[in-house]
């Protein structure tokens, strides 16, 4: 809860910053804050600090172990993305307004993780959305950035609306908005599955379905995440995504028991869905900004592997590692592809990538480093977070959907490489670029992470202990 | 109050679901930006309709007051929307969403 308070004020005085001229001062102050925040956030999650307003605010929202997690994790992306994209905010006149866009959009990304009424999914989903569209759309000269935000204003109210439905329809059938009473009621002995609570619920998941991206529901994804500026979209496929499954998964694991036969297929038809049709149609991708976007909509098949399996007690912890690896490892490689974009006028092609190696070797390396573990090549982080996911669906005896998914990633592992060769093997025609000692800083810091999770569950998880 | 009560849920189930489609129908077939807008009001409106219903019917004004919180998140939706369609206005004038293919492969 005390996260909500810090995240809030801080958007607030970054407002006020517009008003009194402070502005230089805006970005150290918000990284500051955000530390606050970090710091809040894990101490929080380790219990040092408690007050009565954090294990339940009125019953709406809930800070319990789940909740406080996923806030330390999205702190912990939101900071990164703030002290990488530093100048995003530092070339623009309106600086204060896109930082403090952020920073609400965060407290919606909060709520989302702790809702324990469906009002606050509501209103958490919005919170989160609607700063989005504005920063889609906040380089306002370009067209495609215009056809980011009112693509992603149709397509997210689209959602929102039928998600307003279902929950409708799931409280006309239960007679209550929250998600516990939810889960007494399916687990009740008379309880049958009304035609009405079967639409609601589906109706519910396909809206979930379409703010994570996943399969039958990307076709928004690839568009927005290459019109908009690319600091926007490595927020949108971190930040918004970890929100968006976090909450998925919250829905489901407190109002249901078990996945019942009717969701089961259609979780089937979404996580084999998003498998192929992202890398597979990621294959076929010049542009390697689109190509990152595809290639997000099949992790999304995997998280959404962890979130069918939920009944498994350690299927929560697997979907935890698997968004802090893809996150942490995502903003490593939209950091590279931005200092690429920014050195080639804007063009984020394959061929833009050409040479890279020659041009600057910390930044070849980082990103090959992020794209193998993107992959699932080991001992890196990507690899382990798919592993723990398919051992999951393994112990449930889902053997086929395990070789469905390494058939999948198998097709990953070939476009991933295109760019890995192109940066490798051939010429540059560019010039070299050179890095500020911050961004050198940042780079190893990230390889490092990305390494270093992946050693870490390498040691721990197999030294029995 | 009577009236309402007389008139049963299933009608009114019927009738929300009949708006919301029309409203999501008009949303996948209009072209110009400003009659999606008023068609996703529809489909919203639709919802805030049921709700009203099914808190008549079950005595209870949890719904009500979750009414209220979605025509305030739709006034802010609708104002950031019309706030994009005039930044895309400025540079397509037009309204017709088929003017924004840039991003198609």
């Known amino acids: ?465 | 109050m009577d009236i309402i009560k007389g008139v049963p849920l299933t009608s009114y189930i019927l009738l929300c679901s009949i708006l919301f489609a029309i409203g999501a129908l008009g949303v996948l077939y209009r072209r110009n930006a400003l009659v999606i807008f008023m068609c996703i009001e529809l489909m919203l409106n639709a919802v805030n309709l049921l709700m009203v219903a099914f808190s008549r019917y079950f005595n209870d004004s949890n719904a009500q007051v979750f009414v209220f919180f979605i025509m305030a998140v739709a006034a802010a939706e609708v104002s950031v929307g019309l706030a994009i369609l005039m930044m895309v206005y400025r540079n397509t004038k037009t309204t017709d969403i088929d003017a924004l293919s840039k991003l198609k492969y």
């Open chain 1, 1 to 465: 809860m005390n996260e909500i308070l810090i995240v809030a004020g801080l958007g607030v005085l970054t407002l006020l910053a517009e008003i009194f001229s402070f502005k230089k001062f805006i970005a150290p102050i918000v990284i500051a804050g955000l530390l606050a925040t970090w710091v809040v956030a894990a101490l929080e999650l380790n219990g040092n600090i408690y007050s009565s307003l954090n294990a339940s605010v009125l019953n709406m929202l809930d800070f319990d172990r789940y909740a406080q997690s996923f806030v330390l994790l999205l702190t912990t992306i939101a900071l990164l993305w703030v002290i990488i994209n530093y100048n995003f905010f530092s070339d623009e006149s309106n600086k204060a307004d896109h930082l403090s866009l952020i920073l609400f959009s965060m407290v919606g990304g909060f709520c989302m993780v702790s809702y324990t009424n469906f009002v606050m999914l509501f209103l958490g989903i919005e919170i989160l959305s609607i700063p989005m569209y504005v920063l889609a759309g906040s380089n306002k000269r370009s067209l495609r950035s215009n056809e980011a935000s009112l693509k992603y204003f149709l397509m997210g109210s689209f959602a929102t609306g039928i998600l307003l439905f279902g929950i409708a329809l799931l409280y006309g059938s239960t007679g209550s908005f929250y998600v516990y009473d939810l889960r007494v009621k399916t687990t009740g002995a008379d309880f049958v599955m009304t035609p009405m609570f079967t639409i609601g619920m589906v109706m519910l998941l396909s809206a979930m379905a379409f703010k994570s991206s996943a399969a039958p529901f990307h076709f928004w994804a690839p568009d927005v995440y290459t019109g908009s500026p690319s600091s926007v979209t490595s927020f949108m496929s971190t930040f918004v995504k970890t929100s968006a499954l976090a909450a998925f998964m919250r829905l489901f694991y407190t109002a249901l028991p078990y996945v019942p036969e009717t969701f089961d297929r259609i979780f089937l038809i979404l996580i084999i869905g998003s498998l192929f049709l992202g890398n597979i149609i990621a294959v076929f991708q010049t542009n390697a900004k689109r190509l990152l976007a595809y290639s997000s909509i099949s992790h999304v098949g995997f998280m959404l592997m962890a979130i069918r399996f939920f009944s498994e007690p350690t299927s929560v912890a697997s979907l935890f590692f698997y968004m802090a690896a893809y996150a942490i490892t995502t903003l490593a490689a939209f950091m590279v592809l931005k200092i690429v974009e920014e050195n080639s006028d804007g063009d984020v092609s394959i061929s833009a990538f050409n040479g890279l190696v020659k041009r600057n070797p910390l930044l070849a390396g980082t990103l090959t480093i992020a794209l193998l573990s993107m992959a699932g090549i080991p001992p890196l982080s990507g690899f382990f977070a798919k592993f723990n996911i398919l051992y999951i669906a393994l112990n449930h005896g889902y053997f086929w959907l395990v070789i469905v998914a390494i058939l999948a990633s198998l097709v990953g592992v070939y476009y991933y490489f295109k760019i890995v060769i192109a940066m490798f093997a051939s010429e540059p025609v560019l010039t070299p670029i050179t890095l500020t000692g911050k961004q050198k800083i940042l780079l190893l810091l990230l390889t490092l992470l990305i390494v270093g999770m992946g050693l870490n569950s390498f040691v721990f998880d197999l030294i029995p202990s």
